[in-house]
């Protein structure tokens, strides 16, 4: 019996040391596969940081001429030299659109410029109703390579008269108090900046370990989530429950004034890690002038793991007076050119 008992308990004892042993040699878990570590070289290394995406990225339809640069046919309203995306809906398109401009999704950008087989250096025009949202489809073309996509400026709303509404409304072209929403409030103020944090960058996994398709599958994912903007009038009654980006020089922060608590951001770059200064557990809103340029700074930010989103119609809805006797970028009402059916 004694040495029963003393078998098993040596048997007991093999087993738990083989168990203790299996143990330790498992190896290690796996470390996370960071894709944006990945995506971020690939950014760096074929010169898709956003100072350089912004070159050109906009046609102005009042031009410097009496004839813009690619818009010289009033007579038919078409834009020789563009292929034309127009992303408004199905029903306002076949309302009225600009000659020869194909309805496209604003998430089937890529895929329907791919169909159609377009060259990277292509002319692609992108029109929307404002010019906002268009900023969403050309960052996302120009990302992945088609570097001539530009955005219409004011959107078919500096077209023609018919859809200048949504900027009637939300700046001061017609009625100066629409665009001066932050005239004498205390939540506008001309203090200097609050210093800009440092924030570990953003983390998040791919299928793949290649940075061109990393891209491409983010810039899909942003284009996906579609577009949305935070309300000018919400934040500024509240700033202190948003964290605010003000994409603005630093003499035009104090000069013409800002959301309370503002960060004044002048330069968005991956270049000397200008990105840190975004948290990117936080979404952060982002306003320039018009909400134009932001939309083309959320997207690319978004791409890149943050979540930002721009503040609707920019300072044309807070300050617009004071930025248009300043000689900034106002909305200045329609070219009058004419649509199609």
């Keep these: 019996m004694k040495k029963t008992i003393q078998s098993a308990a040596l048997l007991a004892m093999l087993i738990l040391v083989s168990l203790l042993h299996s143990c330790k040699e498992d190896p290690p878990p796996a470390p996370a596969n960071n894709a944006y570590l990945t995506l971020k070289t690939h950014m760096m290394t074929n010169n898709l940081d956003l100072p350089a995406l912004l070159a050109g990225w906009v046609v102005d339809p009042f031009g410097a001429t009496a004839t813009p640069p690619g818009i010289v046919d009033d007579a038919t309203s078409t834009i020789p030299g563009y292929t034309i995306y127009d992303i408004r809906s199905a029903a306002d398109f076949a309302a009225n659109h600009i000659k020869n401009a194909k309805n496209v ?3 089937d950008v890529i895929t329907t410029t791919e169909t159609l087989g377009l060259a990277k250096d292509a002319k692609i025009l992108v029109v929307c109703l404002t010019g906002q949202t268009a900023g969403q489809a050309v960052m ?5 390579g088609w570097k001539n996509a530009q955005v219409l400026k004011w959107g078919m709303a500096g077209w023609n008269a018919t859809y200048q509404g949504p900027w009637v409304s939300n700046s001061g072209f017609v009625t100066p108090a629409n665009g001066d929403l ?5 939540n506008w103020v001309t203090s200097a900046a609050p210093a800009t944090g440092s924030f570990a960058e953003p983390t998040f996994t791919s299928t793949s370990t290649d940075g061109a398709a990393i891209l491409k599958e983010r810039v899909q994912a942003v284009l996906n989530a579609g577009f949305s903007t935070a309300d000018g009038a919400a934040v500024l009654a509240t700033p202190a429950n948003y964290t605010i980006a003000n994409y603005w020089s630093a003499a035009d922060y104090t000069t013409l004034g800002h959301f309370a608590g503002a960060y004044n951001v002048p330069v968005i770059s991956l270049a000397g890690d200008l990105n840190k200064g975004f948290d990117p557990s936080k979404e952060t809103l982002i306003y320039c ?4 340029t932001s939309s083309v700074a959320s997207f690319w930010l978004n791409v890149l ?7 609707g119609f920019g300072a044309n ?3 617009y007076s004071a930025i248009k006797a300043a ?5 200045k009402g329609p070219k009058a050119w004419t649509v199609t059916q």
């Design 105 to 107: 999704v604003l998430k």
């Design 140 to 144: 996302a073309l120009r990302l992945l």
């Design 182 to 186: 932050a005239v004498g409030s205390a």
């Design 289 to 292: 002038w018009t909400g134009q």
């Design 305 to 311: 793991g943050y979540k930002t989103k721009g503040i």
């Design 317 to 319: 809805r807070m300050i």
């Design 327 to 331: 000689n900034k970028t106002i909305y």
